[in-house]
């Protein structure tokens, strides 16, 4: 038994880049609709093992992918934190964070509990997955998570988790703190139940200029990284929008770096030599014809470094991407060989 991408992660040859999508199970498909519909609400959905595990599976059924990402949010393991937690689509946070007194009645669980759901949902999955096909547990990086907590929702401008931050400097690293340590102990427990890789989504990342990137984002991301050196899966940091972080990023204590595409790929290799990279073509080309989402793979397969190196898109794929425009992608990876 031998993964495409797990090798891939490893730095290892492999005879084609792995592929697999952000948001691969979601409402660009049928199927998820039809399911989402019977579940009622998102969050019952992602709370329902046997629903949420077929979910996960629908595009590796599908389309062949190289690795499942477990179905849920990066906000879900908030709500065993004390936090009130709605989704309208998107979403809302009912007790936000806006004073140091609201960090200390944020109750991390030692041992974890409170997401068994999740548990269920990757055992599941990893029994009905071809044992060649990577399963992925994920979470939200501290700075992303500290900004919806703080936010409520999501912003466009980040002005109140920047004045948080900038007011209760020493709230903010104990919130950061908190969360990568809560972080740290939720994707243990995911690895523990079948997770095969880990990846931490820094979504808002690129809204921070280089010194605050350093001391808010960068900094509690190393915290949450080192906590799981000793499980020997392989770390994806998902640095969202980093293109001027790339010699921060050089160090940090994980196995591939993800990129999106205002990022350039062949820089990215070039500055992340001791990482496998990750990405990153635009999820706005599968918009275009099949035939220019086949062109721009290929370009991108150009660019891409060897070994180390793993198809995806620079972000989520959208909820109004044809589901064949998806296969061209994904067809035109697989029908790639390493010369
Ligand atoms: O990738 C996958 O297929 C696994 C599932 C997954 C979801 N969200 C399902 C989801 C993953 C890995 C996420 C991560 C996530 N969630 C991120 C990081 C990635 C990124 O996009 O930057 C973020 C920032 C969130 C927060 C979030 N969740 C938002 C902003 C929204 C609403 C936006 C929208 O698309 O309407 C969600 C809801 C959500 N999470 C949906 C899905 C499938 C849509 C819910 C629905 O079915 O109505």
């Given at each position: 038994?031998?993964?495409?991408?797990?090798?891939?992660?490893?730095?290892?040859?492999?005879?084609?880049?792995?592929?697999?999508?952000?948001?691969?199970?979601?409402?660009?498909?049928?199927?998820?609709?039809?399911?989402?519909?019977?579940?009622?609400?998102?969050?019952?959905?992602?709370?329902?093992?046997?629903?949420?595990?077929?979910?996960?599976?629908?595009?590796?059924?599908?389309?062949?992918?190289?690795?499942?990402?477990?179905?849920?949010?990066?906000?879900?393991?908030?709500?065993?934190?004390?936090?009130?937690?709605?989704?309208?689509?998107?979403?809302?946070?009912?007790?936000?964070?806006?004073?140091?007194?609201?960090?200390?009645?944020?109750?991390?669980?030692?041992?974890?509990?409170?997401?068994?759901?999740?548990?269920?949902?990757?055992?599941?999955?990893?029994?009905?997955?071809?044992?060649?096909?990577?399963?992925?547990?994920?979470?939200?990086?501290?700075?992303?998570?500290?900004?919806?907590?703080?936010?409520?929702?999501?912003?466009?401008?980040?002005?109140?988790?920047?004045?948080?931050?900038?007011?209760?400097?020493?709230?903010?690293?104990?919130?950061?703190?908190?969360?990568?340590?809560?972080?740290?102990?939720?994707?243990?427990?995911?690895?523990?139940?079948?997770?095969?890789?880990?990846?931490?989504?820094?979504?808002?990342?690129?809204?921070?200029?280089?010194?605050?990137?350093?001391?808010?984002?960068?900094?509690?991301?190393?915290?949450?990284?080192?906590?799981?050196?000793?499980?020997?899966?392989?770390?994806?940091?998902?640095?969202?929008?980093?293109?001027?972080?790339?010699?921060?990023?050089?160090?940090?204590?994980?196995?591939?770096?993800?990129?999106?595409?205002?990022?350039?790929?062949?820089?990215?290799?070039?500055?992340?030599?001791?990482?496998?990279?990750?990405?990153?073509?635009?999820?706005?080309?599968l918009?275009g014809p099949p035939e220019v989402i086949r062109q721009?793979t290929?370009?991108?397969?150009?660019?891409?470094?060897?070994?180390?190196?793993?198809?995806?898109?620079?972000?989520?794929?959208?909820?109004?991407?044809p589901?064949s425009h998806m296969t061209a992608f994904?067809r035109t990876?697989?029908?790639?060989?390493?010369?």
């Amino acid at each position: 038994m031998t993964s495409r991408f797990l090798e891939a992660c490893w730095r290892r040859p492999v005879d084609r880049p792995p592929v697999w999508v952000m948001r691969q199970a979601g409402r660009y498909l049928p199927e998820y609709r039809a399911i989402r519909r019977k579940a009622g609400d998102f969050l019952t959905l992602c709370r329902t093992p046997e629903l949420a595990a077929d979910v996960t599976l629908q595009p590796v059924r599908r389309f062949g992918l190289d690795a499942a990402i477990v179905f849920s949010d990066i906000l879900t393991p908030l709500v065993p934190l004390g936090i009130e937690l709605s989704f309208t689509p998107g979403p809302h946070i009912g007790n936000p964070i806006r004073h140091p007194s609201d960090v200390r009645r944020l109750t991390v669980p030692v041992p974890w509990t409170g997401t068994g759901f999740l548990d269920e949902t990757l055992e599941r999955v990893r029994q009905a997955l071809d044992p060649d096909t990577a399963l992925l547990g994920f979470c939200g990086a501290p700075w992303t998570l500290a900004s919806y907590l703080v936010e409520g929702t999501t912003s466009r401008s980040f002005t109140r988790i920047k004045q948080f931050a900038l007011t209760f400097p020493g709230a903010f690293a104990g919130l950061a703190d908190r969360l990568a340590d809560a972080m740290a102990a939720y994707l243990r427990s995911q690895v523990e139940h079948g997770a095969q890789a880990v990846q931490i989504f820094d979504s808002w990342l690129g809204t921070l200029g280089r010194e605050d990137a350093r001391e808010w984002a960068l900094a509690p991301a190393v915290r949450l990284f080192e906590q799981l050196g000793d499980l020997g899966v392989p770390r994806i940091y998902f640095a969202n929008g980093a293109g001027h972080l790339l010699d921060e990023l050089a160090s940090m204590p994980c196995e591939v770096i993800g990129i999106d595409w205002r990022t350039g790929l062949s820089e990215a290799a070039a500055k992340l030599g001791g990482h496998a990279i990750q990405g990153n073509l635009d999820p706005g080309v599968l918009m275009g014809p099949p035939e220019v989402i086949r062109q721009r793979t290929l370009a991108m397969l150009a660019q891409a470094p060897r070994t180390g190196y793993i198809a995806n898109l620079g972000h989520g794929i959208t909820p109004d991407v044809p589901v064949s425009h998806m296969t061209a992608f994904v067809r035109t990876v697989q029908e790639s060989h390493h010369a």
